[in-house]
């Protein structure tokens, strides 16, 4: 399996905060880097995909890609209880039908 | 549009026992199928992938396999389970030129 590395946690921040989410892959044929948030009990679900070097906002989220440093990042601007959750960053190398998921940073936004 | 169903959504399986998990995807023709596996507390772990029938592609050996016996229908196997079998296990799919994956809402399974 490619290494997905991530902080297990938890990250607590409280509400209103910016959440800072942090993840590092081995592989340098990665190519494409996406973050999944996961809920207790439930299944991934996709926030947001980066490709190119530099930053991606959508809403609240903002993705950080630094190939060179081998560096993916997510920030959640004015955190939200309801953020509280577990994420999970993965990597598709060499645009092959695979992805490898890191084990997950637990997010608590503390009301 | 799209959805996916798993099945069944929890088990409880004594150790020897067989299993059987299905997936099946509505709504779009050959899409690329998965399946991951997530231990209590760890990440997903890539299982076997499929992009199209009857091609499988294993990640991991390991006492379970994995057929794809129609297009939209991803089923995982094992003949005799072990313990260290526990887990949510996740189908999923994607667009055949996509890199989005969609999950299931996953198959918790529980061997004693």
């Not at chain 2, 592609?57 to 794809?68: D, K």
């Not at chain 2, 939209?72 to 799919?93: E, N, T, V």
Request: glycine share 8%.
């Amino acid at each position: 399996q490619k290494e997905v590395e991530q902080n297990s946690g938890p990250l607590s921040v409280p509400e209103g905060a910016i959440a800072s989410l942090n993840c590092t892959y081995s592989d340098r044929g990665s190519q494409s880097f996406f973050w999944y948030r996961q809920y207790s009990g439930k299944s991934p679900e996709l926030i947001m995909f980066i490709y190119s070097n530099g930053d991606k906002e959508d809403g609240r989220f903002t993705a950080q890609l630094n190939k060179a440093s081998q560096y993916v990042s997510l920030l959640i601007r004015d955190s939200q209880p309801s953020d509280s959750a577990t994420y999970l960053c993965a990597v598709n190398v060499n645009n092959f039908n695979k992805f490898y998921f890191g084990s997950g940073t637990k997010l608590n936004v503390k009301p | 549009s799209q959805t996916i169903h798993q099945w069944p959504a929890t088990l409880v399986q004594p150790v020897g026992s067989p299993l059987s998990l299905e997936c099946t995807v509505e709504g779009t023709s050959n899409p690329n199928l998965y399946w991951y596996r997530q231990a209590a507390g760890r990440g997903l772990q890539l299982l076997f992938y499929s992009v199209g029938i009857g091609q499988i592609s294993s990640e991991v050996p390991q006492n379970l396999s994995a057929s794809r016996p129609q297009d939209r229908q991803f089923i995982l196997s094992s003949k005799k389970l072990l313990l260290s079998d526990s887990g949510f296990y996740l189908c999923a799919w994607s667009f055949p030129d996509s890199n989005v994956l969609t999950f299931g809402a996953g198959s918790r399974l529980t061997v004693l």
